[in-house]
DNA sequence: TTTTATTGATTGACGAGTCAATAAAAAACC
DNA sequence: GGTTTTTTATTGACTCGTCAATCAATAAAA
């Protein structure tokens, strides 16, 4: 009983089943077999959609990133000032959406993955571009070396990130953390 | 013909072998065969002297995490002021020892693996928590705040680490970034 | 009748862990 | 000192799974 135009609806489920299934083992060890069931189809039907497990994993992979971009967009789109926007950004960086056991082992995953994967670096590399470009963007007006301090303040989100999502003893607020090392490298008036 | 007190010379010879083959890999697929060959044994040795493959990983985990520790006991050793312990610290995390292809590789699947198994997180802690009060008991005689001061700058070395090891186009001497980033929030007299 | 959807069954590989068998040190025994 | 027994070292062969990818077959829209 084939409806047409499965394939859209298909790709989502199985993008959707495979982020559950990284997220239940923690890892990319997860069958196709187990993605497809999950996403109530047999082994084969994801195959023919996706060609390879690698494939699926990037779908997965672009769904979360694309989710995260809406999430600082929104966040964005209500901050007027350079420090609301810079706010903004890293408090999208820690986004309650940031912290599902899926989408953290999706991201320390995804970290391994683009070791080897120029597929996965390419990914990988859109995020940390947007995210400088982002920042860079806030600082200018505020920091005197703007570029300097995006690549600091970028590196203490995926730090503080990666130190939260392997639980560690969360002291106190990652983003706040971040919004007070960074206040002596901007210029007055608060 | 079996020479006694092999066990020794076999098992370094396969944690050796391990990390070799996790470093050309650049994941933890890696047969056991494969580390064994290398190790110039069979696998059934390496399965009789390490149970599975898992206490083999752990032994080649244990054995970088070793190496970093004496390179930063050698730095600490020569260092006499908080501040130089401080520099010490930070230039450790980045030594060139710590950049070797398969050591890179190492430590990502090392933090994808602490997500799902409690030995390996074990084996995290015991690495975080030495950094951390390194870093405390350098800082506390120099900064209002040590604790957290720790914690950012752990987070920052993690950060940059990570950033580092995926190629990113790393603009400057990361350990000196740190340093310019951390020094307002030291006290007065450089 | 052509295109799209779908799957059960199968192939072909690979790989972790086991086991029995071999060999040579060392220790125990006479 | 010589013989037997135990312990340590070592491996080839094998078991038992698993799993990615393929394919031929079925069904229903267009």
């Known amino acids: ?14 993008v959707t089943a495979a982020i559950a299934e990284i997220g239940a083992a923690g890892s990319l060890d997860v ?7 999950r996403a109530g189809m047999s082994s084969a039907l994801a195959h023919h959609y996706f060609g ?3 494939q699926i994993f990037l779908a997965a992979m672009r769904h979360i990133l694309a989710g995260f971009a809406v999430e600082v967009r929104s966040r964005l ?7 609301a926007r810079l706010k903004a950004l890293v408090e999208a ?8 056991p899926e989408v953290i082992s999706a991201w ?11 597929d996965a670096m390419r990914l990988l590399r859109v ?6 470009s982002n920042l860079i963007h806030a600082l200018r007006p505020i920091a005197p070396k703007p570029d300097e301090l995006a690549d600091a303040i970028a590196a203490l989100i995926d730090g503080l990130y990666i130190r939260a999502a392997l639980g560690a003893p969360i002291s106190n607020d990652p983003a706040a ?5 960074t206040a002596p490298h901007l210029e007055e008036q608060p």
């Open 52 to 54: 390879n497990k690698d």
């Open 177 to 181: 953390t971040i919004l007070a090392f």
């Open 1 to 14: 009983m084939p409806k047409l135009g499965m394939e859209p609806i298909r790709r989502e489920a199985l």
């Open 108 to 118: 320390l995953n995804f970290y391994v993955k683009a070791h080897t994967s120029p």
């Open 77 to 83: 789109h209500v901050a007027t000032t350079p420090r």
């Open 31 to 37: 069958t196709v077999s187990a993605i497809s069931k």
């Open 127 to 132: 995020y940390q571009s947007r995210l400088r």
């Open 93 to 100: 960086s820690f986004a309650q959406s940031c912290f599902d």
